[in-house]
Nanobody, 119 residues
Framework: VQLQASGGGLVQAGGSLRLSCAYN????????LAWFRQAPGKDREVVAA????????YYGDSVKGRFTISRDSANATVYLQMNRLKPEDTAVYYC?????????????WGKGTLVTVSS
């Protein structure tokens, strides 16, 4: 498995969740990583992205100040800490690797994990 996301679930508005994505170390250690999401009936959007060194970070406007992306190179995992969740954060979240065009386009994708935020 190249990218394996986990951590989704059902949470009440105002709550928190942390998503994890284990990536293939040999394939993606030196590549940017990102989290995208797709809500029902909507286009996929980039939530957050992080460069291979961890220095370059991007957040979508809708999650700034609430979500934090980080990567643990030792454990080959990228995280998305989601705080103050809102019902509009409900979506399938995907992790991605290897940016083709930062931060909107990535080459490799994992299967998604569903996040549902109840009001």
């Amino acid at each position: 498995v190249q990218l394996q996301a986990s951590g989704g679930g059902l949470v009440q508005a105002g709550g928190s969740l942390r998503l994890s994505c284990a990536y293939n170390r040999r394939s993606f250690s030196n590549f940017a990583l990102a989290w995208f999401r797709q809500a029902p009936g909507k286009d996929r959007e980039v939530v957050a992205a992080i460069g291979y060194s961890g220095k370059n970070i991007y957040y979508g406007d809708s999650v700034k100040g609430r979500f934090t992306i980080s990567r643990d190179s030792a454990n080959a995992t990228v995280y998305l800490q989601m705080n103050r969740l809102k019902p509009e954060d409900t979506a399938v979240y995907y992790c991605a690797a290897d940016s083709l065009r930062w931060p909107q386009e990535f080459r490799a994708w994992g299967k998604g994990t569903l996040v549902t935020v109840s009001s």
